[in-house]
């Protein structure tokens, strides 16, 4: 069945958004101003202890023979009570960084580029996802959409965005969710090609 668009959010540059979806309302997350990368986090709208985790979601797809370090099928909750959380059911974006769960944060700024003030997907999502009705204080792991990883001699290599304007990513939620998205406001690395945009998100209806 195909994707039956209903409404769409901007997320502007260099901010967070947080939404309630519903069970099978499936959204995409589009990258409509050009390559930008996303943090997604997601937590359980009826038990915000349900997180996303980012390693053992590579492992069982790897296991499943449906995902690797770049791409994944379903994203899987954290023990113990383990489960699907999210089916990806579309994607023309393709590299994503699944298997770190981390984000920028204020340290990342302050050690790299000597600028520990600057915005960062961390704090961002924090204040998006309390103010959608949480009491979080820790960031959850986040899913990294469009981040271009490799590893080479034993380093984590950040590649430059293979992905382009109108890419996009479409999900399908298992469970009631509260999303987390972050467009990050990355501007001192080839990430984001060094100009932080704004990203689509374009939602279902929920399932009758
Ligand atoms: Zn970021």
Not at 8 to 20: D, N
Not at 62 to 89: A, F
Not at 90 to 101: L, M, Q, S
């Amino acid at each position: 069945m195909g994707f039956t668009h209903s409404h769409s959010e901007v997320v502007p540059a260099s901010t967070a958004r947080a939404y309630q979806v519903a069970a099978h309302q499936r959204f995409r997350i589009v990258a409509h101003e050009g390559a930008q990368v996303c943090d997604a986090a997601f937590v359980g709208a009826d038990n915000h202890s349900v997180t996303y985790s980012s390693d053992l979601s590579v492992l069982f797809n790897q296991l499943e023979g449906t995902g690797d370090i770049h791409s994944l099928e379903t994203l899987y909750s954290r023990p113990p009570d383990t489960e699907p959380m999210v089916r990806v059911t579309e994607d023309t974006i393709g590299h994503h960084f699944p298997w770190a769960g981390g984000m920028c944060c204020s340290y990342l700024y302050e050690i790299r580029d000597d600028e520990p003030s600057h915005e960062n997907c961390a704090d961002n999502l924090l204040t998006a996802l309390n103010e959608r009705g949480l009491s979080l204080e820790k960031v959850p792991e986040v899913f990294n959409i469009g981040m271009h990883v490799t590893v080479e001699d034993d380093q984590i290599q950040y590649l430059p965005p293979e992905f382009g304007r109108g890419d996009y990513i479409e999900l399908e939620p298992q469970i009631d969710l509260i999303v987390g998205i972050s467009s990050c406001p990355n501007d001192t690395t080839i990430m984001n090609e060094s100009e932080p945009k704004s990203l689509e998100i374009q939602f279902e209806d929920p399932p009758r």
